[in-house]
Nanobody
Framework: QVQLVESGGGLVQAGGSLRLSCAAS????????MGWYRQAPGKQREFVAG????????YYADSVKGRFTISRDNAKNTVYLQMNSLKPEDTAVYLC???????????????????WGQGTQVTVSS
């Protein structure tokens, strides 16, 4: 029912910037928590950033704090990830996730929750 399509990935040199977009369809976007995860070759999928349904609360992995910013535009059913000061270790497939809350919390660590997009490749060269 819920479909998520990521875009905006590409090849960038270290220190550069990219903005990822995730367009949602088939659901009521405005009531869902939205998150970004990433999967690098040979590594486990990890949480990157999340945002509450109204955009008032944001969450970041320590590795991206101060460099990445998550935002959402509920009128466009789209969530964004602005990535600045990119590093080679940021290279990964970035995945969009839509999920509800458990007792008012999104529980980003629960990878089985919600719906997933197919991902967009981000490659940062050194």
């Amino acid at each position: 029912q819920v479909q998520l399509v990521e875009s905006g990935g590409g090849l960038v040199q270290a220190g550069g910037s990219l903005r990822l977009s995730c367009a949602a369809s088939g659901s009521t976007f405005s009531i869902n928590n939205m998150g970004w995860y990433r999967q690098a070759p040979g590594k486990q999928r990890e949480f990157v950033a999340g945002i509450s349904s109204g955009g008032g609360r944001t969450y970041y992995a320590d590795s991206v704090k101060g460099r990445f910013t998550i935002s959402r535009d509920n009128a466009k059913n789209t969530v964004y990830l602005q990535m600045n000061s990119l590093k080679p270790e940021d290279t990964a497939v970035y995945l969009c996730n839509s999920r509800g809350s458990r007792g008012g919390q999104p529980y980003w660590n629960l990878h089985e929750d919600g719906y997933w997009g197919q991902g967009t490749q981000v490659t940062v060269s050194s």
